[in-house]
């Protein structure tokens, strides 16, 4: 680059920019070595060789501090870029602010994991590592490959010669810039794992859209992370977008949401570590600190008519196991007096938890969907026998309202009439009232499945399995439905093996699955769904997804139950749970 086009692009960004071209920024005193400060010893490791990056190889590093035991397993935190963390006259210089922080005991034993991105093995070697080829798709890209990355090749390998804590409170991950955001992503999606986020000028923008992420922490309900954010007024503004703008977002979804975070942010400087350099030492006392603060939430800014995850949830309210050892759960519903009944669909049996939430097996039959009418009775889908039923509980007479179908769940009007829907034939169909009638009511959604009526029963929802829509008809006074629209669009989960984005970012999967549904009377639409429970407004804007209570099984359906209806119910694999929720809340 000629002098002239240096000094354009600095007058471009500013005089703050030229100013830490000029002169570099002081390290903290803790970045500096101190006299009798234990040091601990980084070691290089072997280029590594990923088999979920295929075809990629990386140098990387493990830095174990001096008063490391393998007796007692330790902490971690991970860095993306590793090379630039490790330098001993570097902006970071962690191994030597990892020494006095150790020592001092403002954090714990704590092993460093220094990671560069990969870099294809067919390609010659770059000469810096900033230039690696595999770098964006790495940190830029969304969801869990690269959590995968760590959590099932390079921690497994640095556990293998140092033990490593399980606790995920104990495990923290770091990164710049697109290795900011990379270490978002791991912490989001795998909170289990990571609990601890350092960002520094975080590239939250539509590299490959990461910039989703504002909005979908004030839709989701807030994980158990501890993140700290720097950026400057420096950064860049591009195509890609504006960083500043993006970080001060992600700082304030993060406040909205309660998430125990800092945001550190400055004037001037440019996209480096002239200011978050000498911060780090700070930012690591305060990221490591003991103290578990109350969540700090301010809803002044909300509308009246909002129906955000703040008026539904209910603080240190979390899922509580109801029934579990379950062969598959699902079916959920309750009767007028706060009663939950669910189905097992492999023991089979129906049951009923009482007030006393003890489950009672009530029959020896399956039921994927169950739910009473105004008559009293409990509708039910038996899609392995070909039937939907009807079953009278104080006799346990049994009578068939419907043959040769394939029902997958139900909803019952305050009038009689039973709609159901057929998942492989792509149909809902219904019993009119006061006869066994079978009409068909709708064709054509890919996947229909769950299905609910609003609190006045005035509108049918349905959701997709295989789409990303809760579809809703008008409900007739005689049963009949009208005037389908696809009134709720589901959120789905990124597909990490579709690249084929058009330049358009991310990739999403087409399915949501969009499961068991369920409303209450404010007037809230509930979908089971991949990501979680998805909780909808009257007027079909999503107010936020309520997390799942097991990640690794599958989610059927929710319901609205038990003690004043104030708990919000989810069948979940071999498990079902429960939640205390807000009395606005209660169901239809």
Partial sequence: MSKLSLLFGCALLGAPFLASLSKAAEPHPLALEQPGVP?????????????????????????????????KPAAV??????????????????????DNLISSGKMPVTIGVFINPGHSKSKPKPESPWKSSNRSFEYDSLGDRYSRFLLEEILPAVEARFPLTKDPAQRAICGASSGGACSFTVGWERPDAFRKILSTIGSFTNLRSAHNYPSWIRKTERKPLRVYLEDCGGDVDNLYGNWPLANQQMAAALRYMGYDTRFDYAEGFAHNSQHAGPLLPEALQWLWRTETPEPLISTRGD????????????????????AENLGFADGPCSDADGNFYFSDMKAPGIFRVGKDGKPVKLLDEP????????????YACQGSKKRLISIDLSSGRIEVVASEVQPNDLAVSKTGHVYFTETGKKQVSWVPAGTTELRVADTGIQAPN????????????????????????????????????????????????NTATNGRGAAFKT?????????????????????????FDPTG??????????????????????????????????????RKVQNNASSK
């Fill in 77 to 98: 935190m991970v860095f993306q870029d590793g090379h630039d963390y490790i330098k001993p006259s570097g902006a970071w210089r962690v191994p030597t602010v990892f």
């Fill in 303 to 322: 509308l009246g008519g909002d129906m955000t995850l703040h008026r539904l949830l209910i603080e240190n309210e979390s899922w509580s196991v109801v």
């Fill in 367 to 378: 039921a994927s969907g169950l739910e009473f009418g105004p008559n009293g009775l409990l």
């Fill in 541 to 578: 804007r999503l107010c936020g997804i309520v997390s799942r209570p097991q990640l690794q099984k599958p989610l059927t359906s929710c319901i609205l139950s038990g003690e004043n209806f104030g708990y919000l119910y989810a069948t979940n694999g071999d498990k079902i749970y429960r």
């Fill in 39 to 71: 040091k601990g010893t980084l070691h290089p490791m072997p280029p590594w060789e990923s088999q979920i990056f295929a075809d990629t190889i990386r140098d990387w590093w493990v830095y174990v501090p001096a008063q490391y035991t393998p007796e």
């Fill in 450 to 497: 769950g299905i609910a009526l609003s609190p006045d029963h005035g509108t049918l929802a349905v959701s997709d399995y295989r789409g990303e829509n809760v579809w809703t008809f008008s409900v007739h006074p005689d049963g009949s439905l009208s005037a389908k629209t696809p009134y709720m669009t589901l959120c789905t989960e990124v597909d990490i093996q």
């Fill in 511 to 535: 399915a949501s699955g969009g499961d068991g549904m369920a409303t209450d009377r404010a007037g809230r639409y509930y979908v089971a769904s991949n990501l979680g429970i998805q909780v």
